[in-house]
């Protein structure tokens, strides 16, 4: 055999045998880096805790189906219980021409809703009288809005599936012809309407009302502001 080659197959293994030593290093560093998974459980048991809360505020929120005097269902929606316990909220589009609705808790049990107490197109707020036998906790309004980026909460019916949860920020506030509105990115579509716009504390910043259709995922909310006023009208 020739000594040239004798030295090419003496380097060759020198590199092979190069090549396994690093790759046991990779495979023992990689082994070492595993303690890192307790992070991610970690943050997971956070997130967890963070929707259990809103299991708790979805107690106070109903799935609403709207019917004429002629017993046809006319639309749906989402409502909360909010100021005291004699008291639901939604938006005035939701009760248009309603002679009574129906409201299902978030375990499945229902009850009817025949009075409007008060309405407002302007700001898109009704209030209705909640009977006896309602049993949801109220829900807190927080005095004003919190600025831009906060994030925000926002539970509704969407499409007849009950108390819905989704996540977003406050992108800002619009206001026209004196009526301020809420503009925030917690997904939200048909059923959501009258559902509340929450901090992540538990407190009602909003009622939703509605949906850009070509806004990237921008919605409406009612203010707190809005409802205190409709709220007081009752007891002009």
Known sequence: ??????????VLGGML??????????MCSRTEEEPKQTIVLTDTARTEEGWSEAEQWAKSVVRLEVFNSRGDRIA??????????????TARHVIVNMDYM?????????F??????????DSDIAICALPDDAGLTTLAFAEGTPPRGTKVVAIGSQFGVTNLVTEGIVSGTWSAENVTRILFTAPVSGGSSGGPL?????????????TYEKGQNLNLAATYEAAHMLFESIYD
């Open 1 to 10: 055999m020739r000594w040239d080659r004798i030295v090419i197959f003496i």
């Open 17 to 26: 045998a190069g090549l396994i030593l690093l790759g046991n290093e990779a």
């Open 76 to 89: 749906t929606g989402s409502g909360f219980a909010a100021f005291d316990e004699r008291f639901l909220i």
């Open 102 to 110: 129906t409201a299902t808790r978030d375990d499945g049990t229902s």
């Open 112 to 121: 009817r809703i025949d009075r409007v107490l008060a309405a407002d197109a």
């Open 198 to 210: 929450l901090t992540s504390s538990g407190t009602v910043i909003g009622i939703v009302t509605g």
